[in-house]
């Protein structure tokens, strides 16, 4: 609560405990019984409260059966010591009031009481008590709507927060470190009116309340397929990241370059590592939309078809694909989750196969044949994409010669990529 500066508003709070005070200085300790009281006075002058104890009390109250002025003749003589009646006299030893002496708590102003019609500077001024916030005693149906018209804007139906990478290169931890990417985001499109954000950052139980209104209202698109993602959500608190309910992905335009100089492997590549990493959300995600699905162009092809969408397939929640028809991009998804069942259910065999040959007598388990379709981690690949995607770009073998017909050699073992590639995926 704040007071207007240069006035003097007096609180009283008679018989506090001792023990909630710091009786004397650390190097100085007093003695004292923690089970005595007290009459203390407090001033609050601009936003400080200042605590002594008046004349009369400071000569007649006892601690241990020594006056509180004994008691101020005990500590060293540089300790100033504020008079109330006189407040330009400052005092190295008894019949002085406590400034320093005694420290109020400050997580328990409730203690204080204002006295109504106290004097200041030749002025009554009542000041109100310390009560409870009254928006916070509002219900919370009402807080809810105040939170969502200072988080929202009523002319924007749907904000977009786009996360990419900055254009000028980021920096090093050292000279011989690693590059590490600078995370930027930017809404689209353009509020006509401000986000009141400052109002997170009141307390919080402001924040944990009115986050999910704001969070509930923006999409998160991917603008970056490298790597951006994971540097994102490590920015995020653990409450914010489970608020992320909608995701945008946007299908790399270089997948559908399938001319001689094309070279759509690595788009492919990073576009299945992000998807991954999006799939680390599926049990929180409500919807995932996808831009760049073009049925006329590259999907003539079968093999990128399927790198684009079983990836898709490993996130769990409903797709929407914006202007394309629905329906026929939800029966190519339906199609390709089942190419992946078949994919999984012919590996499952082979392993059988081949333990048995290897004269094995334990076979592989269902589950552990299952999770060969979710775990990225024993692809050799992947390893080497853990142990960074760019300075290892040339043991992916992927050259300027390579043609859309390798495409189905390079990225076969990235046909079962799972939520659980997510977390390991590098920070470029």
Not at 42 to 61: A, I, K, M, P, Q
Request: with cysteine.
């Amino acid at each position: 609560m704040a007071y207007p500066h240069y006035k003097t508003v007096e609180l009283r709070r008679n018989h506090i405990p001792v023990g909630l005070f710091t009786l004397g200085y650390t190097s100085h300790p007093l003695e004292y019984d923690p089970n005595a009281y007290i009459p203390i006075t407090g001033c609050c002058n601009g936003s400080r409260v200042h605590l002594y104890v008046t004349y009369d009390d400071f000569e007649s109250f006892l601690v241990n059966g020594r006056t509180l002025a004994w008691l101020a003749d005990q500590l060293p003589p540089y300790c100033g010591w504020w008079l109330p009646s006189e407040p330009r006299n400052y005092r190295s030893n008894k019949r002085v009031a406590i400034r320093d002496f005694f420290n109020i708590p400050p997580e328990d102003p409730s203690r204080w009481a204002l006295l109504p019609g106290t004097h200041s500077e030749g002025t009554n001024m009542v000041v109100p008590a310390w009560k409870k916030s009254h928006l916070l005693s509002l219900p919370k149906e009402l807080r809810l709507e105040i939170w969502k018209w200072t988080l929202t804007d009523p002319s924007v139906p749907e904000l977009v927060v786009n996360i990419g990478r900055e254009k000028k290169e980021a920096y090093q931890h050292s000279a011989t470190g690693p590059v590490v990417p600078r995370v930027i985001t930017w809404l689209e499109p353009r509020q006509k009116c401000g986000l009141g954000l400052g109002l997170l950052q009141t307390n919080r139980f402001i924040y944990e309340e009115a986050l999910p209104l704001l969070y509930r209202s923006v999409r998160f698109a991917l603008v970056d397929h490298l790597g951006i993602f994971p540097l994102f959500l490590g920015s995020l608190s653990t409450h914010a990241r489970s608020l992320i309910r909608h995701i945008k992905l946007q299908v790399p335009r270089q997948i559908y370059d399938i001319d001689i100089f094309g070279d759509p492997a690595m788009p492919l590549f990073h576009w299945a590592v992000t998807c991954a990493q999006v799939a680390t959300l599926s049990g929180q995600l409500r919807d995932v939309e996808v831009e760049g699905l073009f049925m006329d162009s590259g999907f003539s092809n079968a093999s990128i078809r399927r790198s684009i969408l079983f990836p898709l397939c490993k996130i769990k929640t409903r797709k929407l694909f914006g202007k394309i028809n629905n329906k026929e991009a939800d029966s190519l998804l339906a199609s390709a989750e089942q190419e992946l069942e078949v994919k999984v259910a012919l590996r499952k065999e082979r392993a059988e196969a081949e333990a048995v040959a290897d004269g094995s007598n334990e076979p592989e388990s269902a589950e552990s044949a299952s999770e060969d379709g979710d775990n990225l981690t024993i692809m050799p690949s992947v390893e080497v994409f853990k142990r960074g995607l760019t300075p290892h770009m040339s043991q992916l073998h992927i050259g300027e010669g390579s043609s859309v017909d390798d495409i189905d050699t390079l990225l076969e073992d990235w046909d079962v990529i799972s939520y659980k590639s997510g977390a390991s995926t590098p920070r470029c």
